[in-house]
């Protein structure tokens, strides 16, 4: 797999294919340009609008890292314009499915121009969903790593009490029985539609992390055995395949600085006014579909907490402006509240003097971010991955989570107060809280450790291409088509 040049040196040129997720682009992005850095090339792969919407690359990285936009199939009945899921109107998320499916072709023909120019990828690095992929790199001789979830999420994927023989997590994810007995019922309800074919595209997303393990070369996970001792470690042993490990790639400290200019003046002049360790920052990221009632209960919540507070609100869909908070809800906080509708410097907002404590929704990056500048969490996951990132935090005793309904996962007023006086309050427990907040802080602002992931990740990857060993002939190679 020479590709018409000399492997006799040990620069790599890959090809990273994230999700069409920001919480999937950003985080990859940053992998890029830490590979970028150490002077390999990476042709970093998305659809032309995200590409358009990313940070811009940093100087130390730009000159090796290329922005490829392959256009995504129009599909009947997808907006114009949707090429993320954080685009996609309500109940028409099958349809991303099926466009994103249709990526397969446009991507064959990157990679079979790439080959045909002598510029053949030493690896394709593509996300967990990319179930595709690695039928199209063994078309052209390209070994294929995987980025899986969690694997916290995996493990708990894969609890069975009557698991076949020798079988491995994946061969197990297709037939998942049990609920685990620290489940919540609507968390149940939400993992068992990954096991449903979606109509449109009609295929589960269990078959498309299914299909993508069984035929990649490797596996990769932005995760440690650090981070998640006892679920890494079960993942591992359990995938019948390497599984490297990244690190948790936390984001550049500088990281605010990708949208300067955008940011609201006056939420950074009203933290800048408030007393160290006083404010509870509330954002539950970008995608996470809060029904205007909940959005009121935790309204609500925030101000029987009676602690200040800086909320990054993002406006439910098909909901005025002037309803989403309860009536007369900004005059009665203020002094002591902020919200913020427009986008925030995260990363800046949570390494602030003022910041006391972090109500996320536990989605990783979140979690990376809070945890880098040792803030305690106040948890209120909704979804996909948040409810098994929010128990590993539970168990790192770094927070509290917020009290559900086990049917409908609905949250009151109460709940959120109680969360927020848990840790934000009660001398007792936010002493704990913030003590081991400070440890996990140590794991995640460790550069020299997540540095070192990445040296290993790469070098693993050199090695397996100076071996010769791409895997490529294991199987026939279907046509790929749209």
């Not at 392959?70 to 899921?85: F, I, Q």
């Not at 990783?364 to 128990?391: C, H, K, T, W, Y």
């Not at 109460?414 to 927020?420: E, K, M």
Request: aromatic fraction near 8%.
């Amino acid at each position: 797999m020479d590709g018409g040049r000399s492997k006799s040196s040990s620069r790599l040129h890959l090809v990273i294919f994230p999700w069409l997720a920001f919480g999937h682009l950003l985080p990859y992005l940053e992998l890029a340009e830490r590979v970028a850095s150490r002077g390999h090339r990476v042709s970093f792969i998305s659809t032309p609008r995200n590409i358009a919407r990313l940070p811009p690359v940093s100087p130390a990285a730009a000159a090796r890292v290329e922005l490829v936009a392959l256009p995504l199939p129009r599909v009947d009945g997808l907006p114009d314009g949707t090429e993320c899921t954080n685009d996609v109107p309500s109940g028409k998320f099958e349809l991303l499915w099926k466009a994103f499916d249709g990526l397969a072709a446009p991507f064959a023909e990157f990679l079979g121009a790439a080959c045909d120019a002598g510029e053949r990828p030493d690896w394709i690095i593509a996300d967990t969903f990319h179930h595709w992929a690695p039928l199209v790199a063994r078309q052209y001789k390209v070994p294929c790593a995987m980025l899986l979830p969690t694997a916290s999420v995996m493990a708990g994927w894969a609890t069975r009490s009557s698991e076949p023989a020798g079988a491995s997590m994946f061969e197990v994810l297709g037939a998942v029985e049990e609920r685990r007995v620290d489940m919540p019922c609507y968390e149940w309800e939400q993992k068992a539609s990954f096991f449903i074919d979606h109509g449109a595209s009609g295929m589960s997303i269990a078959k498309r992390c299914s299909l993508a393990m069984e035929t990649c070369t490797v596996a990769a996970m932005r995760s440690c055995p650090e981070w998640e001792p006892e679920a890494f470690r079960q993942v591992a042993a359990g995938l019948n395949k390497p599984l490297i490990p990244l690190g948790l790639v936390p984001p550049s400290p500088d990281g605010g600085r990708r949208r300067a200019g955008m940011t609201d003046n006056s939420t950074m002049r009203w933290l800048d006014a408030q007393p160290a360790k006083s404010v509870v920052y509330v954002a539950l990221g970008s995608e996470v579909p809060l029904r205007l009632e909940q959005v009121h209960e935790l309204a609500l919540g925030l101000e029987l907490a009676g602690t200040r507070f800086l909320w990054a609100l993002r406006k439910p869909p098909g909901v005025d402006v002037a309803d989403i908070l309860p009536p007369g809800y900004q005059e009665r906080t203020n002094g002591h509240g902020h919200v913020a509708m427009g986008w925030v410097p995260q990363i800046t907002i949570l390494a602030h003097a003022a910041v006391g404590a972090f109500l996320t929704h536990c989605g990783r990056n979140s979690l990376v971010e809070g945890l880098l500048f040792g803030n305690p969490l106040i948890m209120l996951p909704i979804f996909a991955d948040q409810g098994p990132n929010a128990r590993l935090m539970e168990g790192n005793k770094v927070g509290f989570q917020v009290r559900r309904d086990d049917m409908d996962g609905s949250f009151d007023r109460h709940g959120v107060a109680a969360a927020v006086r848990a840790v934000m309050v009660e001398e007792e427990t936010r002493r704990v809280f913030v003590a081991n907040a400070l440890r996990l802080q140590n794991i995640v602002a460790d550069k020299e450790l997540h540095e070192r992931y990445i040296d290993e990740f790469i070098q693993q990857l050199v090695s397996h291409v100076a071996d010769g060993n791409c895997n490529t002939a294991a199987a026939p190679v279907p046509s790929i088509s749209s």
